[in-house]
C-alpha cells in the first residue's frame, strides 16, 4: 500500500491517490494542498499565528472548535485541546490526576497564566454552567422575588420563593371556588 500524494503527509492510501482525510477534503470540495494550506513547523508557530489578544488578556483561539467551545489543533498527528497544547510548551506536562481550569471562564482563550491544574471535582465546582452550581449563585427566583431568608423555602434538595408559592396556591384557591379543575 502507498503513502498519500499530499506533500508531507505520510499517512496510509486510502482512495484516489489520497490517505482518508485528504479524500475527505477533496469530496467535500476543501483545499486539500497548496499554498492555502497552512503548515507550521512547530505548535507555538500555530498558536502564535491563529489567536488574538483581546481586552481582557485573553489570548483567543481562532482555529477550529470543540462542540464544548475549546480550541482543538493537530499536535503530533493527533488532535489535542490547543489550551493543553499551550500549557503544555510553557509548564511542561500537565500533572497526572489534574485538569486545567480555564480562570477567565473563556474556554478559547489559550493564555497560560489563564490556565490553572485542578483536580476534577474543584474544576465543577468552579465551573458556573453547571446547574446545580448555576441557580446556587442566583439571588432572585425566576420572576423576581429576593431569595431571603424571609422569603425562601429551604429543603434537601433546593430552595424555592414563598411569594411565588403563596401566589400559586391563592391561584389553585381561587380555581377550585369558581369549580375550574386544576
Known amino acids: ?70 480550541g482543538r489543533m493537530s499536535n503530533a498527528g493527533r488532535f489535542e485541546g490547543t489550551h493543553r497544547v499551550a500549557w503544555s510548551l510553557v509548564n511542561g506536562p500537565i500533572p497526572d490526576g489534574l485538569q486545567l481550569d480555564h480562570l477567565c471562564r473563556n474556554r478559547a482563550c489559550v493564555n497560560p497564566a489563564h490556565l490553572e491544574p485542578v483536580t476534577q471535582t474543584e474544576n465543577v465546582r468552579r465551573g458556573l454552567v453547571a446547574a446545580h452550581n448555576w441557580n446556587r449563585h442566583k439571588d432572585t427566583c425566576k420572576h423576581g422575588h429576593l431569595f431571603s431568608p424571609e422569603n425562601t423555602y429551604r429543603w434537601a434538595k433546593g430552595r424555592s420563593c414563598r411569594t411565588c408559592h403563596r401566589l400559586r396556591e391563592r391561584a389553585r384557591y381561587i380555581r377550585k371556588k369558581q369549580g375550574v379543575a386544576g
Open 1 to 70: 500500500m502507498t503513502g498519500c500524494s499530499i506533500l508531507g503527509c505520510e499517512r496510509p492510501h486510502s482512495g484516489r491517490g489520497y490517505c482518508r482525510m485528504h479524500y475527505l477534503r477533496a469530496y467535500r470540495g476543501q483545499q486539500i494542498g497548496g499554498p492555502e494550506q497552512r503548515q507550521y513547523a512547530t505548535p507555538s508557530d500555530a498558536l502564535r499565528a491563529r489567536t488574538v489578544v483581546n481586552e481582557n488578556g485573553c489570548h483567543v483561539w481562532q482555529g477550529s472548535l470543540d462542540q464544548g467551545g475549546y
